[in-house]
């Protein structure tokens, strides 16, 4: 009997996304990573192999307010990556949410970010 194992089931799913999701440096990918502690976002040109920016929890505004990946979390993450995004004049991208459900931390993330002027 085989044994259900929920990260090889992501990795899968994340699998089959990236066959059809792919980055250009008109339309870059945004690539959402989630632990149970922090949140890892990047914006990515893959025809060119560039990461163009990146944001995480792991930064100093983060530490102090939030503890773990959760919504609130999430929603102050997407707002931060959007304004740099503006910044770099970056306003459409493919949201790629990395085999996860879209919903929770990352339905909160992907709403923050179209708040904030990203278009997906």
Do not use: W
């Not at 008109?26 to 192999?49: F, G, S, V």
């Not at 995480?56 to 959007?82: C, Q, Y």
């Amino acid at each position: 009997m085989a044994r259900f194992n929920r990260a090889a089931e992501r990795i899968k799913r994340h699998k089959r996304i990236r066959k059809k999701v792919s980055g250009t440096n008109a339309r870059p990918r945004l690539c959402i990573a989630k632990t149970l502690r922090h949140l890892y976002a990047q914006i990515i040109d893959d025809e060119a192999r560039v990461t163009v920016l990146q944001a995480s929890t792991l930064e100093p505004g983060f530490r102090d307010e939030h503890r773990g990946a959760n919504i609130a979390t999430a929603e102050k993450l997407g707002a931060v990556l959007a304004e740099r995004a503006k910044e770099q004049g970056v306003e459409t991208v493919v949201f790629d949410r990395g085999g996860h459900m879209y919903h929770g931390v990352i339905k909160a993330f992907a709403d923050a970010c179209r708040k904030g002027g990203l278009q997906f």
